[in-house]
């Protein structure tokens, strides 16, 4: 290791403090979508690029959102110009889900709280971890070093919901480049052993079941929307099963996944059937199956219920993704990224594929390479979420060394 990075990676741990008050004060500011009830990523963004320093240009790129279009979706694109072709990019997204579930947590979900090493609050690790460590990865490495690629931060908004406004807008507007390279820190494991290298396929479907509502005591007068819509998903998970069962030995899990999230109410009281009910899925796919196919499964034996219990039933699309190519684990860019993790950890992971999407999969889609690493706690979506002090510095100093090795 040369003397210059030595240094570089002394003052990266010498800010650990640094760190922690500027994920605080980030934690303390909401970034949800409208769809989620808030009011988007602006004040955080505005935050966070008041906190970038020694950068030849910071530059934010403007969505209006697809829910309410009074409300802007801010990105940050900020860049130390170096002096060879493309941009080593840290991509991290400034959005977070909803707390849900108070009563669970132990802390102030939006009152950053710091104890035992840990910073608790919501969006600390997804993705919180990630804009910390690539802003204090990026600081001290003066622009004037960088005698090959620039060094780029992109802190961009909407992954939670759709990416429509974040990732994938910049991308159409041109904003990167064949030669850049991608680093997206939005999943790991505890021990930084695994790189994802490739996505499933992503589909979410939202099943909307009418009926006809009437008196609990004379279910026969109506169609019991509830019954046929836990009817349905019991039918529907069996054949999803049956119909797409290949494995594929990359993955994490290895099989495809078909899970019922998302159900609202249905009605208020106890002796009321109800005339509506609808469910939500979160379906990811191994690459051997296309969404195409999952849906008309879906609208197969939707149909077939339909015509059993004379409800209507309704399938929405929310999004798809498909599957990117598997980013190449050849070549400078992935051995400088292996070489970083093992010089800074002491481990040299071995490459994945894992069925949570990033902005990744955005990048492959478009015939890009594109890397997903970081240490993960697990405690992403989750009460009492959480980031480990000692990770979010440990990824600093490795995308530093990232930094150095392609672009000093």
């Known amino acids: 290791m040369s003397m210059e990075l030595e240094q570089i990676l002394e003052k990266i741990e010498g800010s650990?403090?640094?760190m922690v008050r500027v994920m605080s004060e980030m934690i303390r500011i909401p970034?949800?979508?409208?769809?989620?009830?808030?009011?988007?990523?602006?004040?955080?963004?505005?935050?966070?690029?008041?906190?970038?320093?020694?950068?030849?240009?910071?530059?934010?790129?403007?969505?209006?959102?697809?829910?309410?279009?009074?409300?802007?979706?801010?990105?940050i694109l900020a860049k130390k110009n170096g002096k060879g072709k493309g941009t080593v990019w840290i991509v991290a997204h400034t959005d977070t889900v909803p707390a849900d579930d108070i009563q669970d947590w132990d802390t102030d979900p939006f009152e950053a709280v710091v104890k035992d090493g840990r910073i608790y609050g919501r969006g600390t690790e997804d993705n919180g971890q990630a804009v910390i460590s690539s802003m204090f990865a990026s600081k001290f490495i003066p622009k004037e070093m960088l005698s090959k690629r620039s060094i780029g931060i992109a802190y961009v908004a909407d992954e939670e919901t759709s990416s429509k406004m974040g990732i994938e807008y910049l991308i159409k507007k041109g904003h990167f480049s064949k030669d850049d390279v991608f680093i997206v820190p939005d999943w790991g494991t505890p021990k930084g052993e695994l790189i994802d290298v490739?996505?499933?396929?992503?589909?979410?479907?939202?099943?909307?079941?009418?009926?006809?509502?009437?008196h609990g005591s004379t279910p026969d007068k109506g169609i019991n929307a509830f019954r046929v819509g836990n009817e349905l998903l019991i039918d529907l998970l069996a054949e999803f099963g049956k119909e797409f069962p290949k494995e594929n030995e990359l993955f994490i899990?290895?099989?495809?996944?078909?899970?019922?999230?998302?159900?609202?109410?249905?009605?208020?009281?106890?002796?009321?059937?109800?005339?509506?009910?609808?469910?939500?899925?979160?379906?990811?796919?191994?690459?051997?199956?296309?969404?195409?196919?999952?849906?008309?499964?879906?609208e197969r034996i939707a149909k077939k219920h339909e015509s059993r219990?004379?409800?209507?039933?309704?399938?929405?699309?929310?999004?798809?993704?498909?599957?990117?190519?598997?980013?190449?684990?050849?070549?400078?860019?992935?051995?400088?990224l292996m070489d970083s993790i093992t010089s800074v950890t002491g481990k040299r992971p071995?490459?994945?594929g894992v069925g949570g999407a990033t902005?990744?999969?955005?990048?492959?889609?478009e015939g890009y390479d594109a890397y997903v690493w970081q240490?993960?706690?697990?405690?992403?979506?989750?009460?009492?979420?959480?980031?480990?002090?000692?990770?979010?510095?440990?990824?600093?100093?490795?995308?530093?060394?990232?930094?150095?090795k392609l672009c000093v």
Request: net charge negative.
């Open 309 to 336: 219990t004379g409800a209507k039933i309704t399938i929405t699309q929310i999004q798809s993704h498909i599957s990117g190519k598997v980013s190449s684990t050849e070549g400078d860019v992935f051995e400088a």
């Open 31 to 75: 970034a949800l979508a409208p769809v989620n009830g808030g009011k988007g990523e602006g004040k955080r963004a505005d935050m966070l690029a008041g906190c970038l320093e020694g950068y030849d240009s910071i530059i934010r790129v403007d969505a209006r959102d697809d829910l309410d279009p009074s409300v802007i979706r801010p990105n």
């Open 253 to 298: 899990p290895k099989k495809s996944t078909f899970e019922p999230t998302k159900s609202p109410g249905t009605v208020t009281n106890v002796n009321t059937i109800p005339g509506n009910f609808e469910f939500s899925m979160d379906i990811r796919t191994v690459p051997e199956y296309h969404p195409d196919e999952v849906v008309a499964v879906a």
């Open 16 to 18: 650990r403090e640094d």
């Open 375 to 404: 240490h993960g706690g697990g405690t992403l979506h989750r009460p009492n979420e959480h980031v480990v002090i000692d990770n979010m510095v440990i990824d600093a100093k490795v995308f530093a060394s990232l930094f150095y």
């Open 359 to 365: 902005c990744a999969n955005f990048f492959r889609e």
């Open 350 to 352: 071995r490459p994945v």
């Open 198 to 214: 490739a996505e499933k396929n992503l589909i979410w479907l939202q099943f909307n079941v009418i009926g006809r509502t009437t």
